[in-house]
């Protein structure tokens, strides 16, 4: 049940970052909702692909079309308040990015991997719907930015899978976890923290 809550929310979380992506492009209703339906399930697709549960889970079961049509239809009409809120895309897809870290290294762990590639596998759920709908808004994906995005998952999914490894406390590691990545999402934003790049060498 906890898992499954969290899973919910962090559809919703990661649909209000595509719907709201779609409405700073201007995109019709229909592309608001869909956008907002890519977002929240892309990174689950390709995750249930790998560890072979198909059809993928948002496809199994209603719930996920009808959370990202309830986050499309807020920024629809109420895209004037949600755009009040500091960089909303950006804090939405933080936050989407943490729970789906949970919810994806859990899964691959359950399905017999090595902690190491579940914690791989958890960050491509975190960071697959941030993908696609940067990609069909036209816009370069946040995870080949510069800012830290793709490691603030890796790192939250592989304190998830350590710690089931070793069986310590699901709840208390699924929020540690989680929170790490949010935490570490949100403060390469605010202070700008990036990685090196490589320097040349002439």
């Known amino acids: 049940m906890f898992l499954t809550l969290v899973d919910f929310v962090g559809c919703f979380a990661f649909a209000l970052s595509g719907g709201t992506r779609a409405v700073e492009r201007r995109l019709d209703p229909f592309g608001i909702v869909f956008l907002a339906f890519v977002a929240a399930t892309f990174g689950g697709i390709i995750r249930d692909v790998v560890i072979g549960a198909v059809p993928p889970v948002a496809f199994a079961t209603w719930h996920y079309f009808a959370i990202s049509c309830v986050a499309g239809f807020c920024c629809v009409f109420a895209h004037n308040l949600i755009a009040r809120l500091a960089a909303p895309v950006a804090v939405f897809d933080a936050l989407g990015l943490g729970l789906y870290v949970v919810v994806g290294t859990r899964k691959a762990m359950d399905a017999g991997l090595s902690p190491l590639m579940a914690a791989v596998l ?81």
């Open 122 to 202: 958890g960050m491509i759920t975190a960071i697959g719907g941030g993908i696609g709908r940067d990609i069909l808004a036209a816009q370069t994906p946040m995870v080949l930015h510069k800012e830290i995005y793709a490691l603030a998952a890796l790192i939250g999914a592989l304190v998830v899978s350590v710690g089931d490894y070793y069986h310590l406390p699901g709840v208390p590691v699924a929020v540690v976890g989680g929170g790490l990545s949010i935490l570490l999402r949100l403060a390469a934003m605010r202070w700008d923290w990036n990685l090196p790049p490589p320097t040349s060498r002439t």
